[in-house]
Each structure stands twice: as C-alpha cells, then as structure tokens.
C-alpha cells in the first residue's frame, strides 16, 4: 500500500521465538518519536487510494484523551490523535482482524476452519520448529486473520471446508468443536447434519471392506451407549434443586461447600461399594468362626453410641472378618467343617487387597481433581486489571432471590468504591510506630493461637492417658458398672470435639481483635489456625491409638485392638456429628438471636463457610482412617453426610444470610480440594500404611491373626502361589526383591520427585512466556495506535487540511 | 430409555445433545420449561421443527431470569433476530452457553455481547455505564461512575481506542478466574 513509509531499521522481522524479543522493547517508544518527528517530510502516498471517499457524510470519532505521560512521544501522537478520523480510516479499523471476531458467520467460520485444520494437524503429527512463522508479529499470522470482506461464493467455500475438516476429526473432537463454536444452534446442528451425510456418502461409496464398516457401526453404538449412560449419571443428580436453591439465595461462596459436601458423599460410596460388596457381604454370608468366643451383651446400653458392645462382634469391625479361606459349599459338623469344593475366597488377602486399592483409586481421584481444579483456578495474578474484572466479572449469575440481587448490588458498589478509593489515595505510608504495634499485635494474636492448640493438644494427650489408666483399671478390676464403662468411653471424644467446636470460636475472636485489611487474607490465616489445630488433635489421637494401645493391647485387656480403634473412630465420628448438630441448631441459632436482638444488628450472621468445610474434612479424614479398622465405617459417614447437608440446608435458610465480603469461589474450592488431599487423605494413608507395614496385628481375631504384619498376607500368599505352581517362582522372587525392598521405593520416589521437578521447571519456562505474550500484546496495541495515526496522517496531507483540535462535545461513532 | 417420548425424533436429540452441552433427559426438561412459558404458542411436538418464537416478555419472567439486572441483554444477544424472541434452538443454546460445562471461549464471546449494550461490537464508555448503573443501581455517585467507567477502559483497552474490542475483553476475563463459575445459570 503506502510506499514510501520509512521504518527504524532497528525494527528486526527475524525472530524464531517470542523469548528473542527481549530486545526490541525499548525501540517502540523510540520509533513512536523519530517517526513523529519526520512527519512533514518524506511520506508520499502514491498507491494509497482516496477516491473513494465522501466528502460530506464523514463520520467522525471522538478521539481519546490519554492521561499517560510516559513519554513525550505519546503526547506528540496525541496531538495527531486529537482529530476527526476520515471514513477511509475507519473503513480500514473496522476490517481489522481483531475487531471482526464474532461479529459475522463468515468470520467464525473461517476462524473455526483454521482450527479445524490446525487440530487435525497437531493429532496426526507433531509440527516440527521449521514451521513456525518467522515473524516479529506472531500473533498477526495465526488463526485469528480472516476479513469478512470475502463473497458469498468463498463464504461457501470456506464452509465446504470445515465441513470437511470436522469430517476427518475424531468423533469426540468433532463434538468438542461444534459445541465450542458460537454459532447459533441451528447453523450447527445444520453443519452436523452436513458432515453426517457426507460420512455416510462416502462410507457407501468408498465401499469399505466390511470389517471396517463393522467398525464404524460399533463406534456409534458406543456412542450412543455413552450418551445413554451421561444421561443416566445426569438423572442421579443429587439434590440438584436444593443446590440451586441455596445458589440462588447465598450465591457461589455458600454454594462451593454444599457442593463439597456432595463430592465427600461419592467418594464415599464409592468406598462402602468396595469394601461391602468384597468384603462385608462374603463375610456376611457365611457364618463367623464358630472359635471365636462371641459374648453378647444382653441389655441394649449405649450401643450406638459407643458402637461397643452388642456391635463390637459384627460386621461393623475387623475382629468379625474370618483369617481363612471361607469356602461355599462348607458344613458345619460335630468334628469340624467339612468342606466340598466350591468357591473359595481368601479373605485376608481380600481385605489386604481391598483396603490398598481403595486407597489408591481414592488418591488417583482426589489428585486429578485437584489438578483440573488448580488448572481452572490459577491465572498469572497480575494486580492491574482489578477493576474491569471487578465490573465485568463479579456479578453471580446464580444469584435469583431478589434480596439476595440486592445484597449483591450492595456488595458490588462497596467493593467498587473501595478499589477507586485505593486508587485514587496515595500509598499511605503508616508511621513506624503504628506499624510495629500492628506486628506486635499479629505476633501476640499468634502466640496466643498457637498457645491455645499446643494447651489443647496436651490436655488432650494427658487425658486420654488418664482414661487409658482407667480403662485399665477398670478392665482389671472386673466388675464395675457396664453403662459407667460404656459411657466412660466417650469422655475422650467428647472432650476433643468440643475442643474443636470451641477454639476456632476463639481463633475468630482473636482475628477480630487483629482487625485485618483484606478478607482473603483473613481467610487464609483463620483457615491455617483452624488446620493446625485439627492436624495437631489427630496427630495425638493416632499416636495414642498406634502407639500405645496397639502397642500393648493386654494393658487394657484387648483381644483385638483393631476393633478396640475401630470402635474409637465410630466414637469420634458420631461425637463429632453430634456437636455439629448441637452447634447449628443452638449455635447458630442462638447466635442469630443474641445478634439480632442484643447487639440489635440488622443483618443476621453469616454462615462461616471456612469452618465448615475444615469440620468436614476433619470427619472425612477419621473416615478415612477408620476404614481399615472398620469397614463399614463409610456407611456412617454416608448416613451423616446426608443428615447433614439437610440440616445445614434447613440451618442456613433459618439463620443466615448472604455475606459481604467477598469470596473467590474457584481459589478457595482449589484450596479445599488440596487441603483434602495433603493433610487430611495423606494423612490417613500415611498411617495405614504404617499400620499395615508395621504394626502386629491381634493374635486371636481378624483376618490377620498370626501373622506378624498385615503385609505379610500378600507375601504368603504369593509363596504359596509359587509352591503351588512352580512356574510362577518368578512372582515370589518378584515380590521379593521389588515390593520389599526399600531400595527399590526409594528409587522410585526418587525418580517421581525428578519428573515433579523437571515439570514445575516447564511450567515456570510457560510462566515467563507467557507474560513475554501480555508484553507482547500491550506493544501491539501501540503498534496499532501508531499505524493508525500514520494512515491518518497520510490521508489528511493528501487532502491537504491542516489538522484541527478536538471539539468539545463528545460525539460518538458507529461504524458498521 | 424405557419410556417413549413423542416431542422430538431420535436424531433430533441427537443432534442437540452433539452440539450442546446437555443430555436428552436435560433437552427434554428444557422443553417442559419452554412449554410452560407459553403453553398456547409451544406445541408439543417438534418432529416437525415448528418456527415458534416466544417474545422478550415472556422469558425474562422465568425464575431463573426474573432478578438479573441484564435479563434483557442475555435473551436479546441469543435471540436471532436481536429482539429477544427466543425459538427453543435459541432457548436451548442460551441455557448450554450459561451451563458448567461451556468453556471459558464460548462464554466469554456471549458475556461480550451481553456487555454491548449498543450492538456496536465494542464496549465504549456508555455501554460500560449502562452496565454499572444495572450492577449497582443507586450505589455509586455519578462522579464515581465515571471515574470507574474511565479507570475500567483504561484498565483493559490494549489498542487505544478508548473503547474495549473483544480481544481486550478476551484478554482481560483471562485473568478472571471466577468468570467461569459467576457466568453461570443453574436450570
């Protein structure tokens, strides 16, 4: 086009990466300038055609007034920019690539034919570095590029070839792609139709040998199968209208836990699944050992409380599981059992077996969660742009109660006129002295938290030894009252949930005195007071159950301490469900009446949804530690986590309200998500492990008595399968050298921890291009801003007008 | 799957489940509400296709849009003809873009044209007023809201027109991570 235009030779076009283009950055600013200041001579517009310009109806746009001052350059282009754009101008800006995304069908489907064409590209094979276009400008080549400027015929043509280009995907790609584009649905559906009947055409003409046919029927089958089963899983959705009505009325925050609770309820089903169909209903079938010595309490007590007595010799614990191989087909006689062949089930293994991929398929899960949900979450967090997000990002479209839109509203406009406070004050410097009393104050708010968990850690240490010392004396003593002893094994868990029920009241408290600036932050550190606090109960509660109980059963008189810990989990468990009842019915409650009434405040309370979600991780950890113990512990935690979401549900429309502040949902369901993963699942999978790896189980019950470790099931187990089946020596010297060998973990840790490494390593290389990329786009922009006002210029000295300044009212244009 | 259900043909709902992000049993519910909204216009046969078009008025009562202060905006920018008169394609697509499962692209394309008050394709400084006025009614002073609008164009506009294209936009609720799960409607 214009021919003579002289460029800054420093503008260097060769680059084979984004990363190479550190160097040209600075040039921009100085480009803007010489080329401002070589205006009035040189540029000859020769080929640049005005022709086809009107005189009268130009339209004019009100240019922008920029309050930067960076560089003088700017404010020399600003005096340029300060004029009435001629239409021949703005014909050209509103053809530009980027201003035509979205706006025609011919554009969406030229860009979604490039993409078509690039994803059947990357799938067959890898483009190799020659491909990329060597450019300064990467992002103008790509697929963003097409004009809808193009015919109708080449409209047509570019649709025949996405057609054709959705033809050769994959089935799923092709589903992906069309319901990614924003069409309308009936273009769609018509594009399906189109590559439908293209698939079939060619299918019955190409004449495809019939395997292949085959092929392709069983593919839609599939699908259709697949479809079948999504709208099956869709139909199971559980609770979906009270979701939406919770949604509706408290918005995504109040939202994210109940959905929380919902994930916590599959994982658990998932697990009573597993461990009831393999282990609880063999189990149940046959009858137990008709050795063991069954002495059934008469008189219902505290049963469901304690899960003690009457239950202690049931399916619910692991004292009730057979050490043999139950066989059908078994009688019981006079002599002994005789069995006839039929099927037989080894149990130990089983249970070994079970309890360790039940494990695993959990951690697979919880970690592919967690990372789909980080991925969501994570953005470079640039701290410009706030506002824009702020207006354009916040308002929750869930929210459907009109006085919950208007709480909304009210939230939106304090946190608007916040961020334009912040802008608009100057940094406020604090004196020193302020400063260092607010560190004072945090220092102190700490020692005191951490004071109080170490004080409620050892209370809880030095009482459970008492009770051990009780129990002891009272297993010796031989006759006592069985309900006093009964009711004496809950004053430890009672004693640790109200510990956990009254200090995070407390840790709130302290954080109220702290006084913090911004709620994240606050969030963050209650969440970390409240983490510490249950991490440092459970870690004393499995010391005392591992170490010292386990450690010497005959203490307290145990014939199988497995189900001794397995009836404390049932105990903690029902404790802590029972407090949570307490604690929403009379707390909250209480709360909103004390609050509403004494301190006469308008609003009432706001469910703490931190808290909640530590409470529930909390309970799904000591599931997760029971299950071992007692597997039947996951239909508790299904049965409370049912009653709890009602009453939560019932709870929160009585007592509470919106919040205020605000709460960035996908962060802190990310946050939840991991903190189920690392402390609370790793945990628990840590002392399983350690239990079933080291620890001596019950000589006279469960499926491992005899042995020395639980571990050694899977051991024998294969030694038998190689004494039974010589070929199969292999298998147990396998099992040898591989899985008992701690070298071999260890090597095997140590390589996942490189290939972590070197993975974090890319991400941190994908990091820093990509804010080259924000970089890159910001100088884009400039680009445009100065091509746009060179192509100004050029027109206006063709004209030959001098260059007026701006008129006082704004007007706007619309261009077409 | 058991019962036989006489609204669409099979590969009518194949077709929709292909191209949106909902299942047969959820097309077949959306049907139930488009019906409800005007049972008189809304046959209950669509083997057909029949070209029924239910006007601004009637959809934006349905409980899901009643309270959003951009209801007019959402059904206009889904509609064909840009009135708001929604056919159930229409309905269908609506609710599949707002659903959880659209990606960040899709929504952030509707989300811009929801935005664009003044179909010009750019977010200028009026539709960016209009929008807070609908956010925040009678929060914020005028003073204020002119302040925002200018700090929020400043924030985000790349290319220097004073005025938000949808790469700026794009650009911008890139770095949103809440976009995702506010730019969402439960049905």
Redesign the interface.
């Known amino acids: 086009m214009a021919s003579r235009v002289s460029f800054d030779c420093d503008l260097v076009t060769d680059f084979e990466s984004p990363a190479d283009e550190d160097g040209v950055h600075d040039s921009f600013s100085q480009l803007i300038q010489e080329q401002c200041h070589g205006l009035h001579d040189v540029i000859e517009m020769s080929s640049f055609d005005l022709e086809e310009e009107s005189r009268d109806d130009v339209e004019y746009l009100e240019?922008?007034d920029?309050?930067r001052s960076d560089s003088d350059a700017l404010q020399q282009t600003d005096h340029l920019i300060g004029e009435r754009w001629s239409s021949d101008t703005l014909k050209v800006?509103s053809s530009m690539p980027?201003?035509t995304?979205?706006?025609s069908r011919g554009a969406i489907i030229s860009q979604y034919c490039n993409r078509t064409m690039q994803l059947r590209r990357r799938k067959q094979s890898r483009p190799s570095i020659q491909h990329f276009p060597r450019s300064a400008r990467p992002s103008i080549r790509g697929y963003r590029v097409e004009t809808d400027g193009a015919g109708f015929e080449e409209e047509e043509n570019k649709r025949e070839r996405l057609v054709n280009n959705l033809q050769n995907l994959s089935v799923n790609d092709r589903?992906r792609m069309?319901?990614?584009m924003?069409l309308?649905?009936?273009e769609?559906?018509e594009l399906?139709?189109l590559v439908l009947n293209k698939a079939e055409h060619s299918v019955s003409q190409n004449q495809i040998p019939c395997c292949s046919q085959l092929k392709y029927y069983i593919i839609i089958a599939l699908r259709h199968g697949w479809?079948?089963w999504?709208?099956?899983l869709?139909?199971l959705q559980l609770w979906?209208t009270a979701?939406?009505c919770v949604?509706g009325r408290f918005g995504?925050g109040v939202l994210s836990y109940f959905v929380f609770l919902r994930t916590l309820l599959f994982f658990n089903v998932f697990l009573f699944l597993v461990t009831g169909l393999l282990l609880v209903v063999p189990q149940a079938i046959m009858h137990p050992d008709p050795d063991q010595n069954v002495s059934v309490s008469s008189t219902w007590g505290l049963e469901v409380l304690t899960g003690a007595g009457y239950f202690s010799h049931s399916v619910l614990y692991y004292g009730y599981y057979s050490n043999k191989m139950l066989q059908t087909g078994c009688s019981a006689s006079r002599n002994g059992t005789s069995c006839t062949s039929g099927l037989s089930y080894n149990m130990p293994l089983v249970y070994f077996f079970t309890i360790g991929a039940a494990f695993f398929v959990t951690c697979i899960i919880l970690v592919y969660s967690m990372s789909k949900s980080f991925g969501?979450?994570?953005?470079?967090d640039?701290s410009?742009?706030?506002?824009?997000?702020k207006?354009?990002?916040?308002?929750?479209?869930?929210?459907?109660?009109?006085s919950s839109?208007r709480l909304q509203?009210?939230n939106?406009?304090?946190q608007?006129?916040e961020l334009?406070a912040e802008?608009?004050r100057q940094k406020q410097k604090f004196p020193v002295l302020q400063r260092l009393f607010r560190l004072f104050i945090h220092m102190l708010a700490w020692i005191m938290c951490l004071g109080s968990t170490l004080a409620c850690v050892l209370a809880v240490y030095y009482f459970s030894e008492y009770m051990h010392r009780d129990l002891h004396m009272r297993a010796h003593a031989g006759s006592s009252d069985p309900l006093l002893k009964e009711a004496s094994l809950l004053a430890v868990p009672v004693v640790v949930s109200s510990f956990n029920l009254l200090l995070p009241g407390f840790f709130n408290a302290v954080a109220w005195m702290e006084e913090y600036d911004s709620p994240s932050v606050l969030n963050y550190v209650s969440i970390s007071r409240n983490l510490l606090l249950k991490v440092s109960v459970l870690g004393v509660l499995c010391y005392y159950w591992l170490g010292r109980v386990a450690s010497e059963p005959h203490l307290l008189r145990l014939e199988c301490w497995e189900s001794f810990v397995g009836q404390e989990l049932y105990r903690f468990l029902l404790m802590d469900f029972i407090f949570m009842l307490l604690d929403t019915f009379f707390g909250e409650f209480l709360w909103r009446l004390f609050s509403q009434k004494a301190l006469k405040r308008k609003r009432k309370p706001v469910f703490d949804i931190a808290r909640n979600v530590l409470e529930l991780i909390y309970g799904q950890t000591l599931a997760w530690l029971g299950v071992l113990f007692s597997p039947l512990l996951p239909a508790v935690q299904i049965i409370k986590l049912i009653l709890l979401f009602y009453m939560k549900k019932v709870s929160l429309k009585m007592n509470c309200q919106a919040s205020g502040k605000p709460w960035?949902?996908?962060?802190m369901t990310t946050i939840f998500i991991t903190l189920l993963c690392f402390p609370a699942f790793l945990g628990a999978a840590v002392c399983v492990t350690y239990t079933m790896w080291t620890m001596q189980p019950s000589q006279r019950c469960g499926p491992f008595q005899g042995l020395k470790t639980m571990f050694q099931a899977g051991k024998l187990w294969v030694q038998e399968l190689a004494a039974v089946n010589p070929d199969l020596h292999w298998l147990a010297s396998a099992h040898a050298y591989l899985v008992e060998n701690p070298l071999f973990l260890f090597l095997s840790a140590g390589i996942f921890l490189i290939v972590i490494y070197f993975h974090s390593q890319v991400v941190d290389g994908q990091r820093k291009i990509i804010e080259l990329l924000q970089e890159q786009?910001?100088n884009?922009?400039?680009d445009?801003?100065f091509l746009?006002t060179r192509l100004q210029d050029i027109h206006e000295r063709k004209r030959g007008r001098t260059p007026r300044r701006v008129q006082g009212a704004s007007e706007?244009s619309?261009?077409s | 799957m058991g019962n036989k259900q006489t609204i669409f043909t099979d590969e009518q709902l194949d077709a929709y489940q292909d191209c949106t992000f909902f299942t047969r049993k959820e097309i077949l519910r959306l049907h139930g509400r488009y019906h409800e909204l005007a049972p008189h216009l809304v046959p209950m046969d669509y083997t057909n296709d029949p070209d029924v078009k239910i006007p601004l008025a009637l959809i934006v009562n349905m409980p899901e849009l009643k309270e959003n202060p951009f209801r007019d905006r959402i059904v206009e920018s889904f509609s064909e003809d840009g009135h708001g008169n929604l056919s159930f394609n229409d309905f269908v697509d609506m609710f599949s873009v707002l659903s959880e499962m659209a990606p960040r692209e899709l929504k952030a394309i509707y989300a811009f044209k929801i935005y664009d008050f003044n179909v010009d394709n750019y977010i200028c400084k009026e539709d960016l007023e209009k929008t807070l006025n609908k956010l925040t009614k009678e929060e914020l002073t005028p003073e204020e809201v002119n302040l925002v609008c200018e700090k929020a164009i400043e924030e985000a506009d790349l290319d220097g027109d004073n005025k938000l294209s949808f790469a700026d936009f794009e650009n911008m609720i890139s770095r949103a991570p809440d976009f995702l799960s506010t730019f969402h409607i439960r049905i």
């Open positions: 240019a922008p920029y309050q800006l980027s201003r995304i979205g706006r589903v069309l319901r990614a924003p309308s649905l009936a769609k559906k399906r139709m479809y079948g999504l709208s099956f869709s139909s979906q979701l939406k949604g995504t969501q979450s994570f953005r470079i640039k410009k742009g706030l506002l824009a997000i207006v354009f990002g916040s308002w929750d479209f869930k929210v459907i109660k009109k839109v509203r009210a939106i406009g304090t608007l006129k334009v802008v608009n960035r949902a996908s962060q786009i910001e884009e922009g400039e445009k801003k746009i706007d619309s261009y």
